[in-house]
C-alpha cells in the first residue's frame, strides 16, 4: 500500500520489529503496554519458544504503517492454516465453505495467539481514523494477495468493532465473566454485597479448599520466580492442556522466556501441601486488571480450582487495588464466583460474497441470542437484589 506519503510493510516476524517501534505504537502507560499480552516481549516469546510460528501454523504477518519513514500504526497478524487457539469459533464457517467447495484456509488472524482478552488490536497512538481504517484496508489487500478467505480480529474492543463494522466488516458478540471491584477494602467487604446465601457458600468453599486438607497458598512474582516454579508449574499446564486440547499450546520454553522479560507482570499462585505445591495459576498483571490465564493440578481437590482462580485473584485484585479481573473463556460457574457477564466482540473480513451473506445471517440471529442470554445471565449474579 502506498499513497504519497504513507507505506505498508508485512513483517514476517515479531524479532523484525524492534520492541521500541512496536511498544511505542501499543496503548502504554509510563511507557509500559496496558495489557501486558500486547508487550512486544510476549509475541516475542511465543514466536521464540517455536510456540507460535510458521511451524505450528501461526505465521506473523504483522502489519506497520508508516509516514515519511515514521512508524504510525501497526496490526498484529497471522497467516494460519487452522483455527486453533482463538477462542472464536470459526470450524461451522470453515467445514461450510469447504464442503461447498471452496478453500477456507489460509485465513489471516488479528490476534494474542492462544489468548481470549480483549485488547486493541488496531494500534493508532494519534487516533487518526483514517490509519485505522489503512489498517482494515491494508488487511484485506494482504488476504487477496495471500489468497486467504478472511481477516479475523477477536477479542477487540466494542468500539474497535463499531468501527470496522462501519467499514464493512462483520461484528460478532460473545460472553465472558469478570469480576469488577467496587474500592474494597478486604474480601470480607467484598462479601457484604452478596446474598446470605452465597455468601455462605463461598465462605464453605474457601474452607473446604484449603482448610479442609491443610493447604497454604503463595503469590509469586517478579524475581521471587525461578526456574524451578515454571518446572512445577509447567507440570499443572500439561494435565490441564491434555485434557482440554489434547496438545498444550505453550511449551516449556515460552515460560522462562517470558519470565525472563516480563517477570514484574507475571503472578503465580501455587497451592502448597506442607513444602509440596500440588496446584498453581498463572496470572498476568495490567495496568488496572489481573489477567487469569492457565490452571492446574497434580491432586484433586474440592473447590481447589476455585479457591485459586477466582478467589485468590479477587483478593489480589483487592489488595492491589486492581479495578478488574478477567478469568479466561466461557464458563458460567464463574456467575456465582461473583464474575459477571461481559459481552466480547470480534470482526470478520469475508472475501466470498456467497460466504459472507450467511455468515452475517448467522452473526445477525447469535447476536440476538447472546443478547438475550446476558439479560437471563444478569438475574443470577450472587449480589443482594434492590
Known sequence: ??????????????????????????????????NPFLDHAFFLALEQSGSANARTGWQPQHLLLERDGIPVALMPLFLKSHSQGEYV?????????????????????????????????????????????????????????????????????EEEAEFAEETGWLHRVDTQYHWHNQDFSSFEDYLATLSSRHRKVTRRERRDALGEEGLSVEWITGSDIKEHHWDEFFAFYQDTGSRKW????????????????????????????GGRPIAGTLNLLGHDTLYGRYWGAVRDVPFLHFELCYYQAIDFAIAHKLRTVEAGAQGEHKLARGYVPTPTHSVHWIGHPGLRNAVADYLEH????????QDMLDGFTPFKKG
Not at 500500500?1 to 501499543?26: K, Y
Not at 487516533?127 to 479475523?152: C, F, I, K, M, Y
Not at 517470558?258 to 499462585?269: E, F, K, Q
Request: charged share 15%; hydrophobic share 40%; glycine share 4%.
Open 1 to 34: 500500500m502506498s499513497d504519497a506519503e504513507l507505506t505498508a510493510t508485512i513483517h514476517p516476524s515479531t524479532a523484525s520489529i524492534p520492541a521500541a517501534t512496536w511498544n511505542g505504537l501499543v496503548p502504554s502507560t509510563s511507557g509500559k503496554p496496558d
Open 366 to 373: 447469535e447476536r440476538a441470542s447472546v443478547a438475550h442470554d
Open 246 to 273: 489434547g496438545r498444550p499450546y505453550l511449551n516449556r520454553s515460552f515460560f522462562s522466556l517470558l519470565s525472563a522479560a516480563m517477570a514484574d507482570r507475571v503472578v503465580l499462585m501455587f497451592a502448597y501441601d
Open 89 to 157: 469459533f470459526d470450524h461451522a464457517w470453515a467445514d461450510a465453505y469447504q464442503r461447498a467447495g471452496g478453500e477456507y484456509y489460509p485465513k489471516l488472524q488479528c490476534s494474542v495467539p492462544f489468548t481470549p482478552v480483549t485488547a486493541p488490536k488496531l494500534w493508532v497512538p494519534s487516533g487518526d481514523p483514517a490509519l485505522r481504517r489503512a489498517l482494515l484496508t491494508t488487511a484485506e489487500t494482504l488476504a487477496q494477495q495471500r489468497n486467504a478467505s478472511s481477516v479475523h480480529a477477536t477479542f477487540v474492543p
